[in-house]
């Protein structure tokens, strides 16, 4: 049986069974060829098995994990310079239950980091979730200690916002993209000093995605309001 090895050389290993003049003849031309490919930099369509080489450009296919180990620096490192698909690292799980990416700080002390994004443009950003068909895009639970913590602005993009209730009004109705069910919670406030004016009530609308506020009298001009929905 021929290889090609990591640095491109023909290996020749000892068959353990006999086989015939033909077999070997054609066992031996195709894995040449191989070779020869992985010289010129031409990928092939063999993929690797358990025990055999990554190289760039196959398919690896295995029933064990690959481990990395590195004692300076990453062990693993991607870069993507593509401007059509500018992905670094794609990770993909098929199972039912299946994670595409996991990270796992397992230190039993110091201020340890499981996943980190970092971005460098004014207009980038360090972690995006996006969940297509009603899921979840951001989870987070702790056991003991901190589930979210934030460090700087909060932005709730279609989910907070301020609106004017005209003069002589007293009460407004705002619609809320992205979905709104009986369980969600509206909190609403006043953003200019009226005396003896104050939000009275603020509820949801769920099946017309919208919410009211209502004040306790109508305003003798026109006055501003701010407002968050939480899930």
């Known amino acids: 049986m021929v290889n090609a090895s990591r640095d491109h050389e023909l290996v020749i ?3 353990e069974q006999p086989h015939s003049r033909r077999e070997m003849l054609r066992t031996g031309g195709v894995a040449a060829v191989a070779g020869l490919l992985g010289v010129f930099g031409v990928a ?10 990554v190289r760039a450009g196959d398919k690896t296919t295995a029933t064990k994990p ?15 310079t593509s401007s059509k698909d500018p992905i670094g690292v794609r ?44 899921g979840t895009a951001l989870e987070a639970s702790a056991k003991k200690g901190v589930a979210l913590r934030t460090k700087g602005r909060i932005e709730l993009t279609e989910r907070s916002g301020s609106t004017s209730v005209s003069e ?11 979905g709104l069910s009986e369980k969600s919670l509206v909190l609403a406030t006043l953003q200019e000093h009226r005396p003896g004016v104050h939000v009275e009530a603020a509820y949801v609308l769920a099946e017309d995605e919208r919410i009211v506020v209502r004040l306790n009298q109508a305003v003798s001009e026109q006055t501003k309001v701010a407002w968050i929905v939480l899930d």
């Not at 092939?44 to 080489?53: F, I, L, P, R, V």
């Open 66 to 80: 690959t481990t990395l180990e590195s004692r300076k620096g990453p062990a693993f490192q991607a870069r993507a």
């Open 168 to 178: 002589g009004g007293s009460d407004i109705v705002i619609p809320v993209t992205g």
């Open 13 to 15: 290993e000892v068959m």
């Open 44 to 53: 092939t369509t063999t993929a690797a098995k358990n025990g055999s080489a």
């Open 91 to 134: 990770g993909a799980a098929t199972a039912n239950k299946g994670v595409g990416v996991q990270g796992a700080a397992v230190s039993g002390k110091g201020a340890t980091v499981g996943v980190q994004g970092l971005t460098q443009s004014p207009d980038g950003t360090a972690g995006q979730f996006v969940a297509t068909d009603g």
